[in-house]
């Protein structure tokens, strides 16, 4: 069983960065994708972004060129860098993990953090 541990969420004016941690308890590696979706109160959880084991990432259209997904096999950790913050971004943030697909449907998601907010003010 895989514990996901999300870290780095707190208040940021726009424009700013913020850089978010997902420590896992096992190694990352043997975990097919990994990925971070976000919510906000009355909405659906949206994908955010996600990085399959072969280091391939997928960006949606609302974060493309201001957000970053890496990951650091060592540290089994994955970092979501967020730059140019806006503040439509405002949410928490989950960080997401499948042992054997993707996690672009959140049904296929096998493992999930807690969650860490974002607040984004004008």
């Known amino acids: 069983q895989v514990q996901l541990v999300e870290s780095g969420g707190g208040l940021v004016q726009a424009g700013g960065s913020l850089r978010l941690s997902c420590a896992a308890s096992g190694s990352i590696g043997s975990l097919n994708a990994m990925g971070w979706y976000r919510q906000v109160p009355g909405k659906q959880r949206e994908l955010v972004t996600s990085?399959?084991?072969?280091?391939?990432?997928n960006y949606a259209e609302s974060v493309k060129g201001r957000f970053t997904i890496s990951r650091d096999n060592a540290k089994n950790t994955v970092y979501l860098q967020m730059n140019s913050l806006k503040p439509e971004d405002t949410a928490v943030y989950y960080c997401?993990?499948?042992?054997?697909?993707?996690?672009?449907?959140?049904?296929?998601?096998?493992?999930w953090g807690q969650g860490t907010q974002v607040t984004v003010s004008s």
């Open positions: 990085i399959m084991r072969g280091a391939r990432a």
């Open positions: 997401a993990a499948s042992q054997y697909y993707s996690v672009n449907d959140y049904r296929a998601v096998d493992y």
